[in-house]
């Protein structure tokens, strides 16, 4: 039928319109001649050069050769085996592209015509000229073997890859795989690979058994069921597929494992593993090997039925490799593991979870190509580690035995081919050395005996005893037997131990005897001989009567009479506390020497001949209980050990200064705490009155110090001694109030006044004019001795109050973010005391012009311990700005608080200022990454344009607004 008026052509039955770019058949069609415009309705077939479309009603737009097709539609696709289903889909022929909105989604056929999978969303688009599909929106994608879900889906049937975006999550073979973006690999229809970026996590569901009630542990009878879940996380996470199987996982950044250990399907614990990366191979559907590795860190956890173990096992090394199947374990680089009261270090580690056994080794032939920390060393709560080149242990028994190994009793070592221990206390040694030489390859002297038994803290049993000196046979006894008490207080002889110095000579050091005569004190004698020096006498002494005082007295005296030069040197050093009453305490502490250089020709400890200064004080505090009172008195000394030794060389310039000797004698401390003025009587309602508190506190200072100044003297410079006794009291009285105003502002108000006395003090010379004399360019002064005052002080207030902000944001575990954010504003204000006050002038600073009319100030109070005087006028307000971030987590029923970040800003702006009143702009952010890692930002702005310096103009400017410009960070 042809509609003349309207350009329209309109066909029924079995219609075919063909434009020779494509066919189109449907029941009906319309044909709009002005539009060039086709519209067919049933049963409806669309077909060009590479695609088909079917739908029940269809609108073809010849001009710009696309389709839009409703009503049961979909595009077929035969090169590439895809189909677009969806009520309403729109088809571009000349540029292939197709987009669905209308439930759509999309189904690929295999080879043989089955569906491989499908995909679902809101809004499917296709570009068909490149194989690729994304979908948008409640995305979903599923085939026999898994399903996934997403926010956003890119699929390129080219290169078989989907591109998951939006809280991507995997179900397959009972596991849950989730991340911020997921891409799946399909090759030849199979699904070879998946790789989750950032959070990455996989978790699974189970079923274990208990062990049977009564029955016995080789049996293996399943008891009661229980749900298990295993899971490990990362930020990158890679998982191959092996003839649809899993096949590996591969965990990288921050990687844990959570894994329940069964066998036989009954639970026998946790194991949880984390490190830089993680691998896991599969076998059969079944996990077989766990590999961790970088910084490695772990642990097994037993199940309470787990009877053949009841400890958690703790363990760390570089990499370890976790056999299920074989039920072994290997520890290699820094090895460590824990159980109970053992820690056990190697450079390799083998555990036989079926047998509780544990093998450790060195990473190379020992001794010769390992390194001391790789040896296996068992550590045991009580005693010293055992050490050895071989090492088996078993954690059930207790038992172990050590092959070439080695320990330290007391001030001993003891060495042995075999080391078996038989149980917590008794350990059998064969082929046995003990020695107190600490040159562990060839000691100079040891005791040598083929049978050694040795019990904890209680005694050695030798059998028989050869002694040694350089491996020369010299005493021989069938039998002996040591006490070997460990820490437990005895009297006993002290052995000695043998080295050579190409400065001191040979020597003999520690021979001695140790006298515990009650338990209330102790002495320790021993005697060190050099044979090129003489001997050395060192004494401790302990002492403590409880809950009254405790303290010590230890020394040397040293008798160089085998020197070229005979001496004679001592050292001393005091420590006692004292609490003479409830209220009142005295403790001191004291270093002295009879020569600055002691320590550095005749010690071998590395941290006295480094010793720099000698420290000593003594305190005497008093408290008065029920009153705010307190009084404290301190006497100090610190002396220069290496000052001796600088004035050896002559003084480069004049005016240089060695402190030698400093002395507080004493310092005298009187305060009183912070209290209200007005207290809150009881069962009265607080007033604004209730929170003015009031502040005292006085100190005596007298100060002496030693020291060398550089001078000229006889036309050279030479050093010369000064010794400078300062005095000076000072008290300070505080007023501050807190208040709340308007609800949610809190207002603070401080004042504080400061008194300085002094006796003791310098002024300006003057001549007959009442001129400044001047020398070298300074004022030349007088000492005088007169009772002098100051007085200064500064007032500040500040608002601030709290503003909460709450964001309910939930993703996964995250359910809220809360923004906490604090405005501060204050006020402060001091005067410039070397200038008039409101009309006052304070007269601390004394004013005066030279000979030749040149203007002079001087401060007599700058060399004195108070100080110079304030000066320079401050009137400033200050702005502050906090922030902090903070996230509520909630994993089941239990919710976690974490403190995200905080984020500060700070500045002031000084109105006393003539110039560059706003001081820079001070940003700083900080976030814990980690319980041991912190990351702190600092940033420093300035308002102010910059030319060699700061100048008094905006650096930059936006509509009025300035700019300030990045100084430091």
């Known amino acids: 039928v042809y509609y003349a008026a309207d350009e329209i052509i309109e066909a029924h039955g079995n219609t075919n319109y063909d434009d020779g770019k494509v066919n189109l058949r449907a029941r009906k069609i319309k044909y709009y001649v002005d539009e060039d415009i086709s519209e067919a309705f049933g049963d409806v077939r669309l077909k060009d050069e590479k695609r088909s479309v079917r739908a029940d009603y269809l609108v073809y737009y010849s001009a710009e050769e696309k389709a839009v097709a409703e009503l049961n539609a979909v595009i077929h696709d035969p090169r590439r085996n895809t189909s677009l289903y969806g009520d309403s889909l729109v088809y571009f022929s000349r540029t292939e592209n197709i987009e669905a909105n209308k439930n759509p989604y999309v189904v690929k056929l295999d080879s043989t015509g089955a569906e491989n999978f499908r995909i679902r969303g809101d809004i499917i688009r296709g570009y068909e000229d490149r194989g690729r599909f994304i979908s948008i929106g409640n995305v979903r994608i599923w085939r026999d073997d898994f399903s996934a879900y997403s926010d956003e889906l890119d699929y390129n049937d080219s290169t078989e890859v989907a591109d998951m975006i939006g809280h991507p999550k995997v179900f397959r073979d009972g596991q849950d795989l989730s991340g911020d973006r997921m891409k799946l690999q399909?090759?030849?229809?199979?699904?070879?690979?998946?790789?989750?970026?950032?959070?990455?996590?996989?978790?699974?569901?189970?079923?274990?058994?208990?062990?049977?009630?009564?029955?016995?542990?080789?049996?293996?009878?399943?008891?009661?069921?229980?749900?298990?879940?295993?899971?490990?996380?990362g930020k990158f996470m890679e998982i191959f597929f092996k003839d649809g199987k899993t096949d590996s996982i591969r965990v990288f950044g921050m990687a844990t494992s959570y894994y329940n250990v069964t066998e036989d399907s009954i639970i026998q614990g946790v194991n949880i593993a984390s490190g830089d990366t993680v691998l896991m191979k599969f076998a059969d559907r079944r996990l077989n090997r766990i590999t961790v590795i970088g910084g490695t860190e772990g642990k097994f956890i037993p199940d309470k039925s787990n009877t053949s173990m009841d400890t958690t096992v703790v363990y760390s090394a570089e990499r370890i490799d976790y056999f299920l199947n074989d039920k072994e374990t290997f520890l290699r680089d820094n090895s460590s593991i824990e159980s109970g009261d053992m820690k056990l270090t190697a450079g390799k580690i083998q555990i036989q979870w079926n047998e509780n056994l544990l093998y450790a080794y060195p990473i190379g032939q020992a001794p010769f190509d390992s390194l001391p920390a790789d040896l296996p060393t068992l550590y045991q709560k009580g005693r010293e580690p055992f050490s050895g080149e071989q090492m088996v242990y078993n954690m059930k028994t207790k038992k172990g035995r050590i092959v070439e190994g080695k320990t330290k009793e007391q001030d001993g070592y003891y060495y042995g081919e075999n080391i078996a221990k038989v149980n917590t206390k008794e350990f059998y040694v064969s082929n046995g050395v003990y020695t107190t030489c600490d040159i562990e390859d060839h000691p100079h002297y040891h005791f040598q005996s083929r049978q050694m038994k040795l019990i904890h803290k209680d005694k050695i049993i030798a059998r028989p005893i050869i002694f040694y000196i350089q491996d020369i046979p010299l005493l021989a006894l069938p039998f002996g037997i040591f006490p070997n008490q460990g820490g437990r207080r005895h009297s006993g002889w002290l052995m000695p131990t043998y080295g050579e110095s190409g400065k001191d000579g040979g020597n003999i050091r520690g021979l001695g005897y140790f006298w515990a005569p009650s338990d209330y004190y102790d002495l320790k004698l021993t005697m060190d001989f050099y044979d090129r020096v003489g001997i050395v006498t060192r004494y401790a002494t302990r002492y403590k009567l409880r809950y009254v005082f405790d303290g010590s007295i230890r020394g040397k005296y040293t008798n160089e009479f085998l020197s070229d030069y005979e001496k004679r040197e001592w050292t001393l050093n005091i420590n006692h506390n004292h609490k003479i009453s409830p209220t009142m305490r005295f403790s001191a502490n004291g270093s002295f020497v009879s020569s600055d250089d002691l320590y550095q020709r005749m010690s071998y400890n590395q941290k006295d001949r480094l010793r720099q200064q000698l420290i000593s004080n003594a305190t005497l505090s008093k408290t008065w209980p029920g009153r705010p009172y307190s009084l404290s008195m301190t006497l100090n000394q610190t002396t220069n050990l290496q000052a001796n030794n600088l004035i050896k060389d002559a003084p480069a310039s004049s005016g240089q200064k060695i402190s030698y000797i400093s002395r507080s004698l004493p310092n005298v401390s009187f305060s009183r705490s912070s209290k209200p003025i007005i207290p809150l009587k009881s069962g009265a309602s607080s007033k604004w009155y209730n929170n003015i508190y009031f502040s005292l506190s006085s100190k005596l200072r007298n100060n002496q110090t030693i020291n060398y100044l550089s001078d000229v003297l006889d036309d050279s410079l030479q050093w010369q001694k000064n010794d400078v006794t300062k005095s000076a009291v000072t008290h300070n009285i505080s007023m501050n109030s807190s208040q709340k105003i308007l609800k949610f502002i809190t207002l603070n108000q401080n004042m504080s006044i400061q008194e300085g006395w002094i006796m003791d003090y310098d002024m300006p010379v003057r001549d007959s004019s009442g001129a400044f004399i001047i020398q070298n360019n300074k004022i030349l002064t007088t000492p005088v001795t007169d009772f002098k005052a100051r007085h200064t002080g500064s007032v500040s207030m500040n608002a601030q109050t709290?503003?909460?902000?709450?964001?309910?944001?939930?993703?996964?575990?995250?359910?809220?973010?809360?923004?906490?954010?604090?405005?501060?504003?204050?006020?402060?204000?001091?005067?410039?005391?070397?200038?008039?006050?409101?009309?006052?002038?304070?007269?601390?600073?004394?004013?005066?012009?030279?000979?030749?009319?040149?203007?002079?100030?001087?401060?007599?109070?700058?060399?004195?311990?108070?100080g110079s005087t304030p000066s320079g006028e401050s009137r400033s307000m200050t702005f502050s700005l906090s922030n902090i971030f903070q996230a509520k987590t909630k994993h089941g029923e239990e919710e976690n608080k974490i403190d995200l970040f905080t984020l500060n800003f700070r500045t002031s702006h000084n109105f006393a200022a003539d110039s560059l009143r706003w001081a820079p702009i001070s940003t700083s952010i900080r976030t814990q990454l980690s319980k041991k890692l912190a990351l702190n930002i600092s940033a420093s702005h300035d308002l102010y344009a910059y030319n060699n310096s700061r100048v008094n103009q905006w650096n930059d400017e936006w509509h009025g607004i300035p700019i300030p410009r990045l100084t430091n960070l």
């Open 186 to 233: 399909l090759k030849g229809e199979m699904l070879q690979s998946l790789f989750i970026y950032n959070n990455a996590v996989a978790s699974s569901r189970g079923k274990a058994y208990l062990p049977a009630a009564g029955a016995d542990s080789s049996t293996k009878s399943h008891g009661d069921s229980l749900r298990v879940y295993d899971e490990i996380t």
């Open 802 to 866: 709290k503003l909460y902000g709450m964001f309910p944001i939930r993703i996964g575990a995250l359910q809220v973010i809360r923004h906490v954010m604090t405005p501060q504003v204050g006020l402060s204000y001091r005067p410039d005391f070397t200038k008039q006050i409101f009309g006052w002038d304070p007269g601390y600073v004394e004013t005066g012009v030279d000979s030749i009319g040149n203007d002079w100030t001087y401060d007599p109070f700058q060399s004195t311990l108070l």
